[in-house]
């Protein structure tokens, strides 16, 4: 049997694995400070949010 795949390469695996961990780290980034806004909003006091 001859191995003629090439060997694994870290920078390869790099994009696909963090890229969606980046997106959902952005994104929920972004929402956390709003949620006190709107459970404000909503009747709850800023305790409750």
Do not use: C
Not at 12 to 20: E, F, G, H, R
Request: net charge neutral.
């Amino acid at each position: 049997m001859s191995n003629s795949s090439a060997p694994f390469q870290l920078r390869q695996a790099a994009l696909p694995v963090y890229l969606p961990t980046l997106l959902f780290s952005a994104g929920e980034a972004a929402f956390i400070p709003i949620v006190p806004v709107i459970a404000q909003n909503v009747g709850a006091n800023l305790a409750t949010a």
